[in-house]
Every structure is written in C-alpha cells, then in structure tokens.
C-alpha cells in the first residue's frame, strides 16, 4: 500500500537490537530502513481512513441498497446526518464474539495440531514441513505448510452443518455480517500491536528487524520478518492464509445461502463469483508452498499491513461481489455468463502457468522444457545480512519473456470478471478491480524496486531483455 524508499547505505534506528552493524548495513532487501514524507503521508493515511472505507462499503449495502453515492448526497442535502447512520449501524453482539472467537480457535488448532496428511495420499500435492525462502539475515524458516487440509475440513463441517447437522444457518455469516466486522477489527489490531511490541522487546530474530524511528511506519509496515511464536506458529503465513482466505468461500457460500432464503433462487451471477473465487482460494491451498516464495513472505514484514489487511480488509472487500448479489440478485444472459466464465479461466490459466513456469524454473535449477524449449535466464547474485553470497537466476522465457509480471495480469484478469459477473448498474462490485490494479501496479513497482536493489546491475540486464511490465509493447 505505502511507497517504500531504501537507501543505498541503510541505517537502523534502533541498533541495540541488531548485534552486528557491519551485518546491517549489507545487502539488505524489504522495507525500507528510512522514511520519506510521501511514504509517511501514505502510511498515516491508510491508518486514519482503510478502516473508514471498509466500514463505508458495507454500511452502503446495509442502508443503502449498496449505493456508493446515496450516503454522500443524504448527508449534504440533510436528510440523514453521520450521527443518524451511525445509529443504524448494528452493534457488536456477544453472539458475534462467539462465532469469532470460535472460528478463529479453530483455525489456530488446525494450523497447529494438525500436520498435513493430504500431501501423502493426494498426486502432485505438496505439503508437510516445508522450507521457505532465506531472509535478508540469512535464515531458512521451515513451515508446517497444511492450509489445503484445513480448508477440506473447515468446508465438509459446513456442508455437513448444512445438509445434516443443522447446528446453524448457512446464512450466520451475512445475518451477522456487521458485528463481526468489530470483532475481526480487534483482532486486525490486536495482532499488529502485539507483534510491535515483540518487535521491540522479543523478536524471533534481531537480525531480520528493521527500525526507522518513526512510530507510524513502524506500526504500519512491521518491524519483525517472520514473527513467530514457539517453533511453528508463524505469523505472516497464518494470517495471510487462514482467517480471511478459509474464510473467503464460506462467506460467499453464507450469501448465496442467504439469496436463496430472499428469493427462492441462487442467480447464476452468484454461482459464478462463488466458482471463480473458490478456483482462486483452492489455488493458493494447493501451491502453499509455492508462497512461501512469493513477495508476502520473502520481503514485506509483518505490521498493520498485513496483520489488519487480512483479518478485516480481505475478507470484507474481497467479497463485496457475493454481498451485493444479495441485495441485486442478477440472472446474467447465457453469452454474458459464458464470456464471463471465459474470461476468468482464462485468466487464471495465466496467472496460474505464468507461476507454475517460474517453480519449474526454480525446482530444476532451469534443466527443464518450457514452451517446448530449454529456458533461457539471466545469471544474478545477491548478498544477505551475515554476509553470505548467494546467486540467482532470473527466467526470461515462457510468460516471463512477454512480460515482467503476466502473472499479475492473469490475476487483473479474474479480477475484472468477478465484477462483470454483478452487471453494470453499481459501482460498488467494481471496487475490486480498481483496488486490485492499484495494488499488483504498485506491488509490481515496489518489487522492482527492491529487486533493483538486491540484484544491482544484473537486474538492469533483465529489464533490457524484458523490457514490459504487465501489458506487452504497453506498459
């Protein structure tokens, strides 16, 4: 979200917590070590107003009919002030704060008690304790990587509960839609203030922390890289894949639960948001392992960011398509559901290829076929904090000879089609798109950015041979 600057000679501002300053001050890549006024500016304007916008989104839907426009001019003209929508806003509920403290107990045992077995009877799947990525400071992590398994099981409960069990309705999650938005606020917060203060006072590893005096960066962007808690319980990869994306498929599930109470019917717009987003949700658990390699693990710290992102921003406006077919249930014309549906597959073949391609690349160290043809690369070399140096490869062929990031393009891809599955009377289903090409256009600039810095020269030498980003002979 915030623009991230890194100096060529980084400093820490707070030294007594990193041993070694020649250490430091070598290769280091991730978050920026020094702050600039734009980056602060970003930063203390998500702070202030990302909560406000979540909360704009649903109360829209709730009062509003999901009108992005109608709040606004109610106000301005007088017929309803802030206090008046405030009022109407439901509260946080004990019934709330149990299904929250429930559901998110019983992801934390799951990822915790329950190591993977899907990996030893399902082809191909790969699972069990695995190694991520090295750290700026040299450290290999290893992850019990089981989100796969924890998804299976979370779902055949809920199909279970609501074909035979009859312990709830598959609509708890829309009825209590608003309450649980307060209660997945205190833990986004709770979490990322408990993990600045370890930064400060415990961390796992002093030497993969990074400091730069100002409190709201800090906050923000996190300190710690890979927090964790005992052996296994690591921070970044339990938040970023459990309460928000297991979460993600159930809450579409719960709203076309609940269109099926108000209308009699689940409208084919809503069965394909439901089946183009749980191919997204089944495609992280399956190549989990695969993330550990991705830019939420090897390179952003875990703060607010990611800490609040996914307890809050994810799951409430990554689902905004399935909430608004709650209020305007669409039943699309055969050639729009088909040009949908073709859309969205076909980005997710590129975007899945497009990384299958890179793993391949890794996994073989390059002695594979890719488009029929043995892979040509750019040779780099990087060093981490202790000191190390390590050498790389950077693929030039496949996807990734079109473009630098296609896999991002893929992603905008399914993007744009969970929102043309809503029609074209709101705005609001069209939120995601916007914010997603926001978000993979900067992730895209702030990964060159770091990539620059780590690889120097040899990544100059990539950008000439692959000279695009995201849309060839565009951009």
Same mark, same amino acid.
């Given at each position: 979200?915030?623009?991230?600057?890194?100096?060529?000679?980084?400093?820490?501002?707070? @030294? /007594?917590?990193?041993?070694?300053?020649?250490?430091?001050?070598?290769?280091?890549?991730? *978050?920026?070590?020094?702050?600039?006024?734009?980056?602060?500016?970003?930063?203390?304007?998500?702070?202030?107003?990302?909560?406000? !916008?979540?909360?704009?989104?649903?109360?829209?839907?709730?009062?509003?009919?999901?009108?992005?426009?109608?709040?606004?001019?109610?106000?301005?003209?007088?017929?309803?002030?802030?206090?008046? !929508?405030?009022? %109407?806003?439901?509260?946080?509920?004990?019934?709330?704060?149990?299904?929250?403290?429930?559901?998110?107990?019983?992801?934390?045992?799951?990822?915790?008690?329950?190591?993977?077995?899907?990996?030893?009877?399902?082809?191909?799947?790969?699972? /069990?304790?695995?190694?991520?990525?090295?750290?700026?400071?040299?450290?290999?992590? %290893?992850?019990?990587?089981? /989100?796969?398994? &924890?998804?299976?099981?979370?779902?055949?409960?809920?199909?279970?509960?609501?074909?035979?069990?009859?312990?709830?309705?598959?609509?708890?999650?829309?009825?209590?839609?608003?309450?649980? $938005?307060?209660?997945?606020?205190?833990?986004?917060?709770?979490?990322?203030?408990?993990?600045?203060?370890?930064?400060?006072?415990?961390?796992?590893?002093?030497?993969?922390?990074?400091?730069?005096?100002?409190?709201?960066?800090?906050?923000?962007?996190?300190?710690?890289?890979? @927090?964790?808690?005992?052996?296994?319980?690591?921070?970044?990869?339990?938040?970023?894949?459990?309460?928000?994306?297991?979460?993600?498929?159930?809450?579409?599930?719960?709203?076309?639960?609940?269109?099926?109470?108000?209308?009699?019917?689940?409208?084919?717009?809503?069965?394909?948001?439901?089946?183009?987003? &749980?191919?997204?949700?089944?495609?992280?658990?399956?190549?989990?392992?695969?993330?550990?390699?991705? !830019?939420?693990?090897?390179?952003?710290?875990?703060?607010?960011?990611?800490?609040?992102?996914?307890?809050?921003?994810?799951?409430?406006?990554?689902?905004?398509?399935?909430?608004?077919?709650?209020?305007?249930?669409?039943?699309?014309?055969?050639?729009?559901?088909?040009?949908?549906?073709?859309?969205?597959?076909?980005?997710?073949?590129?975007?899945?290829?497009?990384?299958?391609?890179?793993?391949?690349?890794?996994?073989?160290?390059?002695?594979?076929?890719?488009?029929?043809?043995?892979?040509?690369?750019?040779?780099?070399?990087?060093?981490?904090?202790? /000191?190390?140096?390590?050498?790389? %490869?950077?693929?030039?062929?496949?996807?990734?000879?079109?473009?630098?990031?296609?896999?991002?393009?893929?992603? $905008?891809?399914?993007?744009? &089609?969970?929102?043309?599955?809503?029609?074209?009377?709101?705005?609001?289903?069209?939120?995601?798109?916007?914010?997603?090409?926001?978000?993979?256009?900067?992730?895209?600039?702030?990964?060159?950015?770091?990539?620059?810095?780590?690889?120097?020269?040899?990544?100059?030498?990539?950008?000439?041979?692959?000279?695009? *980003?995201?849309?060839?002979?565009?951009?």
């Amino acid at each position: 979200m915030a623009s991230k600057s890194q100096p060529s000679a980084p400093q820490t501002g707070n @030294p /007594g917590n990193i041993a070694n300053s020649k250490a430091a001050s070598q290769g280091q890549w991730g *978050r920026a070590w020094e702050v600039d006024w734009f980056s602060l500016a970003s930063v203390i304007f998500l702070l202030l107003f990302a909560p406000l !916008i979540v909360y704009y989104f649903i109360m829209a839907c709730d009062q509003y009919g999901c009108s992005l426009t109608a709040p606004v001019l109610n106000t301005v003209t007088g017929h309803a002030s802030l206090t008046d !929508i405030w009022a %109407k806003t439901p509260p946080v509920t004990m019934k709330a704060v149990q299904i929250y403290t429930l559901w998110v107990t019983f992801q934390v045992l799951l990822y915790m008690l329950l190591p993977d077995f899907c990996h030893k009877f399902v082809p191909r799947y790969v699972g /069990g304790v695995q190694e991520g990525a090295v750290t700026p400071a040299g450290v290999v992590n %290893k992850y019990e990587v089981n /989100g796969l398994q &924890a998804w299976l099981i979370t779902h055949l409960l809920w199909f279970a509960n609501s074909h035979f069990l009859f312990w709830f309705s598959p609509t708890i999650i829309f009825d209590n839609w608003i309450p649980l $938005l307060w209660c997945a606020n205190v833990l986004g917060y709770a979490v990322s203030t408990f993990a600045m203060i370890k930064g400060y006072l415990f961390p796992t590893n002093a030497k993969d922390c990074k400091f730069t005096g100002n409190f709201f960066y800090n906050y923000m962007m996190g300190i710690e890289f890979n @927090p964790r808690i005992g052996k296994w319980f690591d921070f970044k990869l339990f938040f970023n894949g459990r309460p928000g994306i297991v979460a993600w498929t159930l809450i579409n599930l719960s709203f076309a639960a609940k269109q099926q109470e108000l209308y009699g019917q689940v409208t084919n717009s809503m069965v394909l948001v439901n089946v183009l987003q &749980a191919i997204y949700v089944l495609d992280f658990f399956w190549n989990e392992t695969w993330y550990l390699k991705t !830019i939420d693990i090897c390179h952003d710290h875990f703060g607010w960011y990611l800490g609040w992102g996914d307890c809050v921003w994810l799951p409430y406006l990554y689902t905004l398509q399935g909430l608004y077919l709650v209020y305007h249930p669409v039943q699309l014309s055969t050639p729009h559901a088909v040009g949908v549906l073709v859309l969205g597959l076909l980005g997710y073949y590129i975007f899945r290829m497009a990384n299958h391609q890179k793993d391949l690349f890794r996994r073989t160290d390059g002695r594979c076929l890719i488009w029929g043809q043995k892979p040509k690369a750019i040779e780099c070399s990087y060093a981490s904090a202790d /000191g190390q140096k390590h050498h790389s %490869k950077l693929l030039v062929s496949g996807f990734w000879g079109v473009a630098r990031h296609l896999n991002y393009t893929g992603d $905008l891809m399914g993007s744009l &089609a969970y929102c043309l599955a809503c029609g074209g009377s709101h705005l609001l289903p069209y939120f995601y798109i916007i914010y997603m090409t926001i978000l993979l256009t900067h992730r895209c600039l702030r990964d060159e950015h770091r990539c620059a810095s780590k690889y120097g020269r040899d990544w100059a030498h990539y950008t000439a041979a692959v000279p695009y *980003r995201l849309l060839p002979g565009i951009f």
